[in-house]
T-cell receptor, first 116, second 112 residues
Framework: DAKTTQPPSMDCAEGRAANLPCNHS???????VYWYRQIHSQGPQYIIH???NNETNEMASLIITEDRKSSTLILPHATLRDTAVYYC?????????????????FGQGTILTVHP | AAGVIQSPRHLIKEKRETATLKCYPI?????VYWYQQGPGQDPQFLIS???????DKGSIPDRFSAQQFSDYHSELNMSSLELGDSALYFC???????????FGPGTRLTVT
């Protein structure tokens, strides 16, 4: 699986958009970008994933650059409850082949702190 | 919606004892993953099962073993516990291999 690089920490004001960047310059054609977050000592939580098109769900939006070497997770209106460690993970998805068998490799994520 | 259930939530054991952690996946999920998270560390993959067969193995000590049963629940068995085994152990389930994973609340194991 491709390696990702994220800033170690970011701050955001409550109610504002939080934009979390991720670099994955060695991403392969069959690898997806996944985002998970972990609120202190809780189980990681799936947020969103995408291949090359921008994606949006009820939690967030994912913007992937055209060359797929980087992406941005956007929390449109951050709340205090969004304070967490955010992990960007690159991995093959269902039907995409590969030998990862689905395991997630958590690297250094971004500690997002949302303040009042 | 039903979530992943892990039991027990907290467990205290002494060195050299054994421990069994249980994981009940979301209904109709056939894939289970186990992760270990030490203090101040990121979660690390241990082992996974797909349709009751081991599908992948990570940095799991030989003292640990796991299996997935016919009802798809999974158990992680840990023997000859060491102080360094103190950690949060998360189980995650997914509808199949390489789909998004849904994590349980974790079991906090403390070895004294």
């Amino acid at each position: 699986d491709a390696k990702t690089t994220q800033p170690p920490s970011m701050d955001c004001a409550e109610g504002r958009a939080a934009n979390l960047p991720c670099n994955h310059s060695t991403i392969s054609g069959n690898e997806y970008v996944y985002w998970y977050r972990q609120i202190h000592s809780q189980g990681p939580q799936y947020i969103i994933h995408g291949l090359k098109n921008n994606e949006t769900n009820e939690m967030a939006s994912l913007i992937i650059t055209e060359d797929r070497k980087s992406s941005t997770l956007i929390l449109p209106h951050a709340t205090l409850r969004d304070t967490a460690v955010y992990y960007c993970i690159v991995r093959v998805a269902s039907g995409a082949g590969g030998t990862s068998y689905g395991k997630l490799t958590f690297g250094q994520g971004t500690i997002l702190t949302v303040h009042p | 919606a039903a979530g992943v259930i892990q039991s027990p939530r907290h467990l205290i054991k002494e060195k050299r004892e054994t421990a069994t952690l249980k994981c009940y996946p979301i209904p109709r999920h056939d894939t289970v993953y186990w992760y270990q998270q030490g203090p101040g560390q990121d979660p690390q993959f241990l082992i996974s099962f797909y349709e009751k067969m081991q599908s992948d193995k990570g940095s799991i000590p030989d003292r640990f073993s796991a299996q997935q049963f016919s009802d798809y629940h999974s158990e992680l068995n840990m023997s000859s516990l060491e102080l360094g085994d103190s950690a949060l152990y998360f189980c995650a389930s997914s509808p199949s291999i390489n789909y998004e994973q849904y994590f349980g609340p974790g079991t906090r194991l403390t070895v004294t």
